[in-house]
Nanobody, 123 residues
Framework: HVQLVESGGGSVQAGESLRLNCAFD????????MAWFRQVPGKAREGVAS???????LYATSLKGRFTITKDNARNWLDLQMDSLKPEDTGIYFC??????????????????WGQGTQVTVS
């Protein structure tokens, strides 16, 4: 079982940056794939970025260049640095994890462990 706790959400102006953090248990295997998803009002939960156990990263095409995912196994953190934020980035951001091999790493159904989410509001 993987426990995930997000933090770092808040309200910012368009163009500003925000860094989200997801803390996971120290005994979480480094092989676990982790990801950030977001749920924009009125839309399905979508994958933002994912990092595999070997450190390889995958981003949603539309967000690549503005968002950066970083996993720190020593500190048990998964961060999402969000730059040049836009109002359409507003939503609830979730941290997710899976211990299985993900065929489509940005698809919600690939992940069995989820955090409670953190709100990001861009105005």
């Amino acid at each position: 079982h993987v426990q995930l706790v997000e933090s770092g959400g808040g309200s910012v102006q368009a163009g500003e940056s925000l860094r989200l953090n997801c803390a996971f248990d120290a005994y979480t295997p480094t092989s676990v794939r982790m990801a950030w998803f977001r749920q924009v009002p009125g839309k399905a939960r979508e994958g933002v970025a994912s990092v595999a156990g070997d450190g390889s990263v995958l981003y949603a095409t539309s967000l690549k260049g503005r968002f950066t995912i970083t996993k720190d196994n020593a500190r048990n953190w998964l961060d999402l640095q969000m730059d040049s934020l836009k109002p359409e980035d507003t939503g609830i951001y979730f941290c997710a994890a899976t211990s299985t091999i993900a065929t489509l790493p940005l698809r919600r159904y690939e992940y069995g462990y989820w955090g409670q989410g953190t709100q990001v509001t861009v105005s």
